[in-house]
Structures are given as C-alpha cells and as structure tokens.
C-alpha cells in the first residue's frame, strides 16, 4: 500500500497549488481501549507501547502492544517475549537506546504510593527481557519524569517521588552508566514534571512541564554535562512562541526543539488554545511557527510519540464517534514537509583525522628533535599548507625542508602528534588533548601566531585549572605571554600553595620560573596552618579573599 502520511497536492478555491497533508489514519487489530500513563516509543515504523492504567478499571498493565504504521495501521499485543516482564507500572519512562533496545524506568506500582526504581531493558532484536542489576547510589523511584541517553548514560529529570511519605516534585538529576549499571551521585537540578528533555551540545535541557506550583511556561533549563555543578534557567518571551494553554508535546530533532500544541484531552478549556507546531532553534533561542492547527484538531488527541532526531512524529487520538477508544486514529507527520530538517554535524575534521591515522597518501614527514627515535609523522602536505601559515612560508622561501620533505622541530612526540591533530581537526574536544598537552599547544601557538588555537587552549586551562596542573600552566603562561592566565594561575598556587607545593608538577618547574614565584610573592606573606584540608575541588574564586 501507499504510504499513508505522504502529501498531496491538490487546489485550493482560487486554483492555486496547495500540499494537503495526509489525514488521520484509523487503526486495525487489537483495541487499547482508555489506557493513560503508557510510554510510546517510535522505532523506524514501529510504535511500541508498554504498560499504563486503564482510566476507567484503574487496572495497571504490563502489556506490550506495537503498532505497525506502514501495516494497516495495525495494533498488536507482543505476546511472545523472553525472559521476566517487569512489573506492572504506570507514568514511568521508556527510552531508546542504540537504535534496538528499550530502557524503562520508574513507574507507579499496583500498590498504592509505590515509586519504582528498578531497570529493565527489552532487545527488540531478540524481544528478550533483561533486568540488570545496578550498584552505586540507588534513587528512589519516580513517576512523570523525563529520560533521554546520551553517551551511554541514562539522565532521569525531575518527576515525582515520594519524600517521607508524602508526594513532593524530585528536585535532583539521576545519572546511570547503561555499560556499568553504576548509578552516579544525585546532581541538584530544577523541579519540573511531565516534561521533556534532550542532550544538545553537551547540554542536558529541560524545557515546559508543570512547576512545583503547578504553573506552566516556556521555561527552559539546562545544565553543562562537563559541569554539572552549574545551572542555567531561561524564560523565553516571544510573539512567535507557543501557547503555553492546550496540551503540548515536545521533541529534539537536530538542533530544533520541536513542540505542538493540540486541545485539552478530555478537559474544559479555561482559554482556547492556539494550536499548531512550533520550533525552537536552540543556538539563536528563537522561536519560529512551522503550522497552525487545523489538521491538529480533525480528532481528540491523546498522547505523542517521537523519538529524538527522528523525522517524524505521531499522535494517537479518537473521533466522537469512539470516544472512549484513545488509540483509534493515528496521525504521522513528517518534519521535513515543515522545513524542519536536522542537519547532520560537520564531518570534514573527522574525515581529515580519517586520512592521517589510516596514513593514505602522505607525503612529508615531521620529526623530533628531542626524541630523534620517536616515531616519524608522517603527514599530508596539502592539509598543512591549507592549516598552517609558518609551513607556507617554510615552503614557499625554498628552505630545505621544501625539497626533503622533512621537518625537524625541537617538541616532544607527544606534543608534535597533538599540534598536528589539531591541525587536521580545528578542535581540541577529543579525549586525546589532556590538560597537559593543551599546555605544551598553548605555547606552539603563540610561537607560530595560531589565533584559534590560542584561544582553544586559554579557554580550556581557564577552566581546568587545579592543584595537580596549576604549576604547568602557570609555565606555559609565562612562557606564551598571557598574562591573564599566568595572573589567575599564580593566584591560585598562592591560595593553594601548601598543596600545590607538594605536587610533581612544582617541583619541576625551572629554577627561573619558581624564583619568579617567589618574586611575585609578598614580602609580609606567611604560611598559616589551617584546621581543615583545603577543599581541592572549587575554584579559585571560591576561596579568593577579596578584601
């Protein structure tokens, strides 16, 4: 058959062109009747649907049913499966994690007030049960909350949970190694539940859901995955937001957080909703109106389902006909048709680190100096005319490494190989750039006026600045002219000093630059006991005196 949320194009009453997008769909095979609080989990053209309650028996279920889209629209019960169903539960999460397994947490139990907290874990492959078992700091169970995976990690936000014994929004961030099973100390973060939330840029966001006092907004919050200390909360205004009345539902597909607006499932409506689809592009934080509602509002619809970056999402709902049939009527709409299109991110460092590590047509070598029996780079000399000035003019001035094709330079290996991953890459993200090596670059680059790399490097030892590497950057502050960061660096070895005093790094440094310490230290300075141990972990304005 035909795929049944294609477009069409017809004519509108003064004969001019226009899409009409595909309506809703009426589904075959099993009947879901009236359940609420079941997750929806979209898989290619497959719509899993697990547990829930039934709104009128207020009977829980651990049932899995799959809806196939390009099928007839047809529902299924998955009765087959191995190993133990988890229990029966109810408003818990289920989330999609490495394109073939469903992750579910949390849940309402049968028994009254009882939070799940347990994992468990379908392979869609084999449609086996698996039920790791976790160790670490174990939370306590939630409902309503939000779930999203990145890098392997469960991040479980916000939601409901029992607080000596009374029902109280979660106010933490849970954390879980999907490849561990270790649950991760809980992080502070802000109390929302039935809302939404993606990891973008490193970024954990949530956005909408309801407040502690029940209120609504357009409020959005995230918090650095690399600091997880901090958080971040926006109030977006706009005329082009969406409206914050209505039932919302929301996605990231890219860098757009997609959010739709329908009216109210089965409740009175205080103020009429306007209804449509809405994005919001998460680097400018602007928001835009894709459509307004008119095919949003052809049945009463009950629940969303899209996983993130998909191109797609579906609405179940009913018409009056079958009012108490919640998952009769199916509506898929396709995100492109709205200009919505994830863009993919650039490839051209990767491909380009691609060609130096699988060594394909290299054609110059680079050697150390200091280590004449480390192993030769062997490099693209295309890709370093393109990335470095200085090998312009080496080349261009008809030196002798213009006709060998060898450079010699007095850096360490390990510090040659890294200028040259960032020379190919643009970027100092990868694990293989330590505080240490980013020390060693710091200096390459204001050695050979590299004003990006410069940059990179000063941002990331403003920010990794610690006891063990304090001295090292203090160094290779000095040594690069930046006075900014030698200032901040030699600051923090002074409020730090006994234990910056004792680490390897200080007492490596060159004679010069430890009688410039000294220098810089104030005449009238002492060294004065302290109870307790420093806290090593804070920053230096934490501790700064700034009398």
């Not at 006909?321 to 993919?344: A, H, I, K, N, T």
């Not at 505080?435 to 990179?456: D, G």
């Amino acid at each position: 058959m035909s795929n049944p949320g294609s477009p069409r194009v017809g004519t509108n009453g003064n004969s001019v062109p226009a899409i009409q997008y595909a309506d809703a769909v009426r589904t075959t095979g099993e009947q879901l009747a009236s359940l609420v609080g079941a997750s929806l989990t979209p898989v290619d053209d497959t719509i899993y649907v697990f547990g829930g309650f039934d709104q009128y028996s207020d009977e829980i279920y651990n049932t899995l049913y799959a809806l196939e889209y390009k099928n007839n629209c047809k529902w299924t019960q998955v009765i087959y499966t191995k190993g133990q169903l988890p229990g029966k539960r109810t408003d818990h999460s289920a989330t999609l994690w490495q394109s073939n397994k469903l992750v579910i947490f949390g849940g309402s139990s049968e028994e009254e007030d009882v939070h799940f907290n347990d994992v468990a874990v379908l392979d869609l492959t084999t449609m086996t049960w698996e039920h790791p078992e976790t160790h670490g700091i174990i939370p306590e169970g939630r409902i309503r909350h939000s779930a999203t995976i990145h890098d392997n990690k469960l991040y479980i936000a916000g939601g409901i949970h029992n607080s000596r014994m009374s029902m109280s929004f979660a106010e933490t961030l849970l954390i879980l190694d999907l490849e561990t099973w270790l649950w991760y100390p809980p992080v502070p973060f802000v109390c929302r539940a039935q809302h939404m939330s993606f990891v973008y840029d490193k970024r954990l966001y949530v956005f909408g859901g309801l407040k502690e006092d029940m209120s609504r907004s357009n409020h959005l919050a995230f918090i650095d995955l690399d600091r997880i200390e901090d958080i971040t909360q926006l109030e977006i205004t706009s005329l082009s937001a969406p409206s914050i009345s209505g039932q919302r539902f929301g996605q990231i597909c890219g860098d757009q957080l997609i959010v739709l607006v329908t009216h109210p499932f089965r409740e009175a409506m205080v103020e009429v909703p306007v209804t449509g689809l809405w994005s919001l592009d998460i680097p400018s934080l602007q928001w835009k109106r894709r459509e307004l509602g008119t095919r949003y509002e052809s049945c009463n619809w009950h629940c969303f389902a899209m996983t993130e970056h998909d191109p797609c999402f579906y609405l179940c709902g009913t018409t009056d006909e079958e009012p108490d049939e919640f998952y009769s009527m199916v509506l898929r709409v396709e995100l492109d048709e709205l200009g919505v299109v994830p863009v993919p991110p650039p490839q051209l460092g990767n491909d380009l680190l691609n060609l130096l590590i699988q060594q394909k047509n290299t054609d110059f070598t680079i050697r150390s100096l200091s280590e004449p029996n480390a192993i030769p780079l062997q490099v693209h000399r295309l890709v370093l005319l393109a990335r470095w000035p200085h090998f312009v003019h080496l080349i261009e001035s008809g030196m002798e490494e213009s006709v060998t094709n060898i450079l010699t330079m007095s850096e360490s290996g390990a510090i040659l190989a890294a200028f040259v991953r960032f020379l190919y890459t643009d970027k100092l993200e990868d694990p293989f750039f330590t505080t240490e090596l980013v020390c060693e670059l710091l200096v390459m680059s204001h050695l050979y006026i590299l004003p990006r790399l410069l940059a990179l490097c000063l941002r990331r030892l403003f920010n990794e600045l610690g006891i063990e590497n304090a001295s090292k950057i203090y160094h290779c502050a000095s040594l690069s002219e930046q006075k900014g960061l030698q200032q901040v660096a030699l600051h923090y070895i002074f409020q730090h000093f006994g234990a910056v005093s004792h680490t390897t790094g200080f007492r490596q440094l060159p004679r010069p630059i430890l009688f410039q310490i000294w220098d810089y230290m104030p005449t009238n300075a002492a060294i004065v006991g302290q109870d307790n141990m420093i806290d090593t972990t804070k920053e230096p304005d934490d501790e700064m005196n700034t009398n």
